[in-house]
């Protein structure tokens, strides 16, 4: 196995497809009242496909009435099911930190014998798998092969594969957890809504989401994932609950990440009409950090020797934000890449032209005139020491970031 390079985009690339994306109001107070504050033109989602363009405008707006910051237009459906297909399409909520959650529960007494608990976004179950075993577990997902899995590993736990703005049961639930599931959703308010619907006096609504203010990080994606459709601050994630019948009893945030803990009980449906009057700081704060560290990825770019071809190691998002927020592939024809990734989803595909290897294809790679850049954050130490492992000697390794931090 050798490396090809090729130089970026090109390859032909489809006409623009209708129906990925869909305009919508704020999720919030649903009105018609967003102003664009930062955009990404024809973003492209993972490899290349020959058939379908699947590049679309992300967008992020925020909403003049209610100061909530969304991503506008959204994904369809059909549109989701495409673009992420290479990241899977669960939320895989509950599935990085199910014991310390378990334990959190416990101590705010949410998990007494005979108490029927649903898990909204529940993945394969794990967070559900450790609830006592004298409590009622359901558990709730978005994709039906995933559900079907779910099911045959763990026969003891009742899983339902359903929209969750459109989930019914057959009884009344004692407490509802979503662990970082509602900033994924089109309609938060009338998920929370049907949530409500599913409750009784004495349900408890525990909710995990990241948050705007706590979003500081030198991640090139900055606070705004791809991934998700609102970007809550703890004021607009306040107003969602209470226009859909909920009202707080407590607000923590998580240690040691971006992590914000809300638990509230059923109420009366209203609209909060006072104002946050630092909701536009927190935005701009959050516009301005992720500005400051495309700026610091960029000065690390820009020690790439300009001369020999690129190795890139990673083929996800992050390298389509590096070729919107910096120059590494600009020069058009003058430079040749490959990519190196370890999915085997990607593996044999092409990314804006670009073929994607397996890593096993940098054993024949002449490093005197090749350099290789990670393009990843979390990853990133782990890729330098697999690169290295596999003979890539360290002077020829770029790494964009001084530190990674957890957020």
Same mark, same amino acid.
């Given at each position: ?6 130089? @970026?985009?090109?390859? =032909? ?7 990925? @994306? ?5 999720? @919030?107070? !649903? ?5 664009? +504050? ?47 297909? #290479?990241?899977? *399409? ?9 014991? #310390? ?17 649903? %898990? +909204?976004?529940? $993945? ?7 609830? =006592? ?19 045959? #590993? ?33 309609? =938060? @308010? ?22 705007? #203010?706590?979003?500081?990080? !030198? ?37 040691? $990440? ?47 020797? *300009?001369?020999?071809?690129? +190795? ?10 590096? $070729? ?9 024809? !003058? ?7 370890? %999915?085997?989803?990607? *593996? ?28 990843? $954050?979390?990853? *990133? ?27």
């Amino acid at each position: 196995m050798t490396l090809t390079f090729r130089p @970026v985009d090109s390859v =032909p690339v489809p006409a623009a497809s209708d129906g990925l @994306v869909a305009p919508r109001p704020c999720p @919030v107070c !649903n009105q018609q009242a967003g102003e664009p +504050v930062t955009a990404l033109h024809d973003f492209q989602f993972f490899s290349d496909d020959a058939k379908t363009r699947k590049r679309v405008l992300v967008q992020i707006s925020v909403c003049r009435a209610c100061d909530t910051t969304y991503t506008d237009p959204r994904y369809t459906a059909d549109g989701f099911a495409l673009l992420f297909a #290479e990241a899977g *399409q669960s939320y895989g909520s509950s599935e990085g930190r199910p014991h #310390e959650q378990v334990g959190w529960l416990t101590e705010r007494g949410l998990l007494p014998d005979g108490a029927a608990v649903l %898990d +909204v976004g529940c $993945y394969m179950g794990r967070f559900l798998s450790l609830l =006592p075993k004298t409590t009622e577990r359901l558990g709730v997902d978005i994709d039906p092969l995933l559900i079907d899995k779910a099911r045959a #590993e763990s026969p003891d736990i009742h899983f339902i594969a359903a929209d969750f703005e459109k989930l019914t049961l057959d009884r009344r639930v004692d407490l509802i957890t979503m662990f970082h599931v509602l900033e994924h959703v089109g309609e =938060p @308010v009338a998920v929370l809504r049907q949530l409500r619907a599913l409750s009784h006096d004495g349900t408890r609504l525990v909710v995990e989401i990241p948050i705007l #203010e706590n979003g500081r990080t !030198n991640d090139l994606h900055g606070v705004f994932s791809m991934q998700h459709l609102t970007h809550f601050s703890r004021d607009s994630a306040l107003r969602c609950f209470a226009r859909a019948g909920w009202k707080l009893l407590e607000m923590q945030d998580c240690d040691g $990440y971006n992590g914000t803990r809300f638990i509230a009980a059923p109420d009366s449906e209203r609209a909060v009409t006072t104002r946050d009057a630092q909701a536009r700081t927190i935005l701009v704060d959050a516009l301005s950090w992720m500005a400051e560290s495309a700026t610091q990825v960029e000065r690390r770019v820009a020690t790439v020797p *300009q001369e020999g071809d690129l +190795v890139v190691w990673g083929a996800g998002l992050h390298t389509e934000l590096l $070729y919107h927020r910096t120059s590494l592939f600009a020069g058009g024809t !003058n430079r040749r890449f490959a990519l190196i990734d370890s %999915d085997k989803l990607k *593996q044999g595909k092409t990314w804006r032209g670009i073929p994607i290897h397996a890593a096993e294809a940098l054993a024949d790679v002449d490093w005197t005139r090749t350099t290789l850049v990670i393009s990843s $954050y979390g990853g *990133q130490e782990s890729i330098a020491e697999a690169a290295r492992a596999r003979g890539v000697p360290g002077e020829r390794i770029v790494k964009l970031y001084a530190q990674i931090q957890a957020y």
